[in-house]
């Protein structure tokens, strides 16, 4: 590897702004200082910008709590910020006597115009969406490492995006050059994510009410967390048609029908949901049949 493609392979030089400090704007902290970068956190509660500097020195980085005034001076802006407040920040930030060089968002559904507040004074603007799970909680630690990533925006803003996502060992995920593919693309991560947080919840419930009194909820997530590592498992090695079991796979319409019955008498929310899964199911099995 040359000198020069090692350097690209890491942040090393760079000096990164982070502008939120949740759960987006803290992983992010964090890994772009173990990817090389020096972190200036900022944050509406200035206790969270102290706390995410704290984590990024932790991870053996430089990282400072700085001023709104302060962040124009990194080399690139990241606004990990709620959708609803984004236009807004922006709109702080184009005010400031000093221009910013690049700004990206970190909000899936909105493509780089969201930032035309500050593409307008001459800042280079962009996207950098990362397609993980982020919690708000803080029981573990979490990783952009290896993931995909969403990109948009100017030339300038999209060739540093881009060496990012390599010094993360992530890769980027082609999107169509339009506001509606960034919302069909969001809407899958919500689907996928979200999703299958609600089924599993609901599903839950489901077996606790057939376990016996007294059995632990916390084994029951562990018996459908089994399933469904398997489950995914099989969606590593197998097309969906192919990793697709059960009762709706096998054809067996009467043990279906058996199962909205019965949970029916428990859920009817859970009935419903299943009946529309089903129908999605035999659907997906229909289309590989033609």
Not at 20 to 43: I, K, N, Y
Not at 61 to 83: N, R, Y
Not at 180 to 188: F, P
Not at 267 to 290: F, I, K, V
Request: a neutral charge; hydrophobic letters at 45%; one cysteine or more.
């Amino acid at each position: 590897m040359s000198p020069e493609s090692q350097r690209r392979a890491t942040l090393g030089g760079l000096r990164l702004a982070i502008l939120g400090c949740g759960a987006v704007g803290r992983t992010f902290a964090v890994e772009l200082a173990r990817a090389g970068s020096s972190v200036l956190a900022w944050s509406r509660d200035s206790t969270r910008a102290e706390a995410a500097a704290r984590l990024v020195r932790e991870a053996g980085g430089e990282g400072q709590a700085v001023d709104l005034s302060q962040v124009p001076a990194a080399d690139g802006i990241l606004l990990c910020v709620h959708d609803e407040a984004l236009e807004e920040l922006a709109a702080r930030l184009a005010e400031l006597s000093q221009r910013v060089a690049v700004a990206w968002h970190t909000c899936g559904f909105h493509g780089a115009e969201v930032l035309q507040s500050l593409e307008k004074t001459g800042t280079a603007c962009g996207k950098l969406h990362p397609m993980v799970a982020l919690p708000r909680g803080k029981t573990r630690e979490s990783s952009l490492r290896g993931a995909f990533f969403s990109l948009a925006g100017d030339a300038p803003a999209l060739e540093l995006a881009r060496r990012i996502v390599a010094a993360l060992g992530g890769e980027e995920l082609a999107l169509r050059d339009d506001p509606g593919a960034h919302r069909l693309y969001h809407a899958s991560a919500a689907l996928a994510s979200g999703g299958l947080v609600a089924l599993f919840a609901t599903a839950a419930n489901v077996l606790q009410r057939a376990a016996r009194e007294g059995e632990d909820r916390e084994r029951i997530d562990q018996a459908l967390l089994f399933l469904l590592r398997s489950t995914l498992a099989n969606l590593e090695h197998e097309p969906p048609t192919a990793a697709l079991t059960g009762p709706t796979a096998r054809g067996a319409a009467s043990i279906v029908a058996g199962h909205l019955r019965a949970l029916a008498d428990v859920d009817p929310s859970a009935a419903e949901l299943y009946r529309q899964l089903t129908a999605h199911m035999q659907r997906l099995l229909g289309d590989s049949r033609s």
